[in-house]
């Protein structure tokens, strides 16, 4: 298979608007459809500046509301999670049609094989509008996750729907969420079915001095010979939160762990740099102790860890299969228990 030509990739480091105060969906969703818009706006402007070569843009984590902040499940996903046929999908489809790029990012969605839950999903559009990827959150501490709802989820979607790769023209993609970073499990089962550029949507807490995220991003694309495209928050407006808490480092890295670029503090187009998926494969596949992905002892992995657990799944799935609406405290409990197991069996 011929690689694709090499070209731009965007982390668009732009403000989250969040609606914690919109009292429902009516006050809500224009402001969503409104952040689109402008956020729309800001690709052509950076595309017209750094070049038409640009076809990839990644935007923050959850740019269209923020995060829950005391809502129940029900509020929040009333007025700020996607339908996924909605309007925001539409008017994101436009954004990615008018630039002519490959479009990525990270909403809350309400999917209706799961009704009263939503989950945190990572997405690409096409250029044609079309979305080509969605993949849902798998660990989150405070928001529900397919695996809390694993078997009906499985029997959905397959396995394959859990950790989706996008085969594109611009190579094959996918989508890491924010903390995940820290989870080298999730970016391994992606790269070993064949991911060659990660979007990680992230609204993380930044700072001059070295993160654990950042120190994750460089140890994800070493490990899995990918290139990485992540994109942090210009901060987030409408809540009391300090809003440059979640502001800097959007970069871009590539196979070897390199950052390529990066932006500085407040809304940005810096962390743009090019991706070679040619020169990718060729070191793919090249012998040598640096080729990790063909090192892998993947048996031995799974041999080590059969039988072990942390937090359990299908925590959300009733007795007789119906869906739970966890309230808040739900997942402090659950962790609190996990916590517990854990140190009664000596591992913590």
């Not at 969503?32 to 729309?40: F, T």
């Not at 008017?91 to 969605?109: H, I």
Request: with cysteine; charged share 20%; aromatic share 8%.
């Amino acid at each position: 298979m011929a690689a694709p030509a090499p070209y731009l990739a965007l982390a668009l480091q732009t403000t989250c608007f969040a609606v914690n105060d919109a009292a429902d969906a009516a006050a809500s969703r224009p402001r969503m459809l409104a952040a689109i818009e402008r956020v729309s706006a800001q690709i052509a402007a950076s595309k017209r500046f750094v070049g038409q070569d640009v076809r990839l843009v990644v935007l923050p984590e959850y740019f269209l509301t923020g995060f829950p902040m005391g809502e129940t499940a029900g509020a929040w996903a009333g007025k700020a999670a996607l339908a996924m046929d909605g309007p925001e999908y539409a008017a994101l489809g436009a954004a990615a049609r008018a630039a002519d790029v490959y479009l990525s990012g990270n909403a809350y969605e309400a999917d209706p094989h799961f009704p009263g839950l939503y989950f945190q999903a990572s997405f690409v559009v096409a250029p044609s509008g079309e979305v080509v990827l969605r993949y849902r959150r798998l660990v989150s501490l405070f928001a529900p996750s397919p695996y809390d709802v694993w078997d009906k989820y499985v029997s959905i979607y397959g396995r394959e729907g859990v950790f989706p790769v996008a085969d594109t023209e611009l190579g094959r993609l996918a989508c890491i969420a924010s903390e995940e970073i820290l989870y080298p499990d999730i970016a391994r089962a992606l790269a070993l079915r064949g991911a060659e550029v990660l979007l990680h949507s992230s609204s993380e807490i930044a700072s001059p001095i070295q993160t654990p995220k950042n120190v994750a991003k460089q140890a994800r694309a070493i490990e899995n010979l990918a290139y990485l495209v992540s994109a942090n928050s210009a901060g987030i407006e409408g809540i009391a939160i300090p809003k440059a808490s979640t502001d800097a480092t959007s970069k871009v890295i590539d196979f070897r762990g390199l950052v390529l670029a990066e932006a500085g503090y407040g809304e940005s187009m810096a962390a743009y740099a090019e991706i070679d998926v040619g020169a990718l494969r060729r070191w793919r596949r090249r012998p040598g102790m640096g080729n990790i992905l063909s090192r892998q002892p993947l048996g031995l992995w799974r041999d080590a860890l059969e039988g072990l657990e942390a937090q359990p799944r299908g925590t959300l799935t009733g007795a007789d299969g119906e869906m739970l609406t966890p309230d808040r405290a739900f997942y402090s409990e659950r962790q609190r228990r996990v916590i517990d197991r854990l140190s009664d069996e000596g591992i913590i």
